[in-house]
């Protein structure tokens, strides 16, 4: 079977991937570089427990399969690629401000006292009650893994065309024949749209893109990173030890502003006063980045996963905040569907908000 995908994100590429490896022939346009949407703007967390607090039973599900996946998937990206993509299983600690916040943090799993928060992150701010303790959350560096799964990808044999924009799906008889792109016309069997925040342009596809900002501190000599993902004052800290480069990434904002990705002074400003807020000694670092980027959101919050009414153009975008956890778990779901061996999750499909191609 020939499948062209359109978007070299971590969907893309992770669901090209499988398909490679299942025996398909494969095709990725990117109207840009590989990794370069939000799979490069991301945090990297696999925030099993912070980012599903009253989600849908089948998100969650999803996830928690994703988040078991994981360790396997890592490392079988970092053999086939040879680039490490710095899969930790750190934990994340979600503050609590108050005893009232930590006592609501109960139904949701341990909790410790802020003797006990003290203990996992040394240098926490006073009056911090505690926090609920997640230990089965993790952190990925998502951008050497996006570099990882383009390598993988290729070494598998697949064909990545980058600076080719789609510009339309074209289809005869109710059937999508091929990809238009400004000089080429890419036919096949199979159609995947993984182009995230962009994925609306190529049809009636219900995606918003979501823009969120994101700064990173540098230490001064001698600190040291948090051990675990800390939440709490409305950010979020990811340590990221980029082979001897120490960062603490912290993020992120979410604003509803059509495809700009200019970024704010002031937002920066926040940020950086949130993290200041949790860890005071944060003054002392530097700021050594600041960017933004757009997450897919459909309206009601979760994935399409699965073919729109022609049958052979599928969707795979919509993940929002929990792209890169989802990774694995989507891949797998989505190259079963393309091959026909695996059937559509209900809550996921695209049908449910009849997208078009016309
Ligand atoms: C600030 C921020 C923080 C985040 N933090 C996390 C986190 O900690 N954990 C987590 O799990 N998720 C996180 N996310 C969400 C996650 O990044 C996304 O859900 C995920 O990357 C989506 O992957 P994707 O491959 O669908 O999209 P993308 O990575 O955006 O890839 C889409 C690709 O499609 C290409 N494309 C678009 N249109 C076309 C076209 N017409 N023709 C050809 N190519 C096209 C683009 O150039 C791009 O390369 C975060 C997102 C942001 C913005």
């Not at 792109?181 to 925040?197: E, S």
Request: net charge neutral; hydrophobic share 50%; glycine share 12%.
């Amino acid at each position: 079977m020939k499948v062209v995908i359109i978007g070299a994100g971590v969907a893309g590429l992770s669901i090209g991937w499988r398909l490679l490896q299942a025996g398909a022939t494969v095709t990725i346009l990117d109207r840009a570089q590989p990794a370069h949407g939000a799979t490069w703007a991301a945090a990297g967390m696999l925030a099993v427990t912070a980012e599903l607090e009253g989600a849908h039973a089948a998100e969650r599900d999803l996830a928690l399969h994703a988040n078991a996946l994981w360790p396997g998937f890592a490392s079988e990206v970092e053999q086939a690629s040879g680039v490490p993509v710095g899969f930790v299983r750190s934990g994340a600690l979600l503050l609590a401000p108050d005893a009232a916040a930590l006592d609501a943090m109960r139904a949701r799993g341990p909790v410790l006292d802020a003797a006990g928060a003290r203990a996992l992150v040394p240098l926490l701010a006073d009056g911090i009650a505690g926090g609920l303790w997640a230990a089965d959350e993790a952190h990925v560096d998502n951008r050497r893994l996006g570099e990882a799964m383009t390598i993988a990808y290729v070494k598998a044999g697949g064909a990545l065309v980058p600076q080719t924009a789609a510009v339309r799906i074209e289809q005869k008889s109710g059937a999508a024949v091929c990809v238009l792109t400004p000089r080429h016309r890419y036919h096949a069997d199979a159609f995947v749209i993984a182009a995230g925040a962009w994925s609306g342009l190529l049809g009636d596809i219900p995606i918003t893109p979501v823009k969120g900002e994101m700064i990173a501190l540098a230490p001064p000599a001698g600190a040291q990173l948090p051990g675990p993902v800390i939440w709490g004052n409305g950010v979020y800290l990811v340590p990221r030890d980029e082979g001897g480069q120490k960062l603490l990434l912290v993020g992120a904002t979410m604003q509803e502003a059509g495809f700009d990705t200019s970024l704010s002074p002031d937002v920066r400003d926040q940020l950086r006063a949130g993290a200041q807020s949790l860890i005071p000694a944060l003054k002392q670092w530097v700021l050594a980045d600041h960017w933004a980027g757009l997450r897919p959101k459909s309206p009601d919050g979760l994935p399409l996963l699965g073919p729109v009414r022609s049958g052979n153009i599928f969707v795979a975008s919509g993940q929002f905040r929990n792209g890169i956890l989802l990774a694995p778990a989507i891949a797998q779901l989505m190259a079963d569907m393309v091959l026909g061996k695996t059937k559509i999750i209900p809550a996921f499909d695209p049908q449910r908000f009849a997208p078009r191609f016309v």
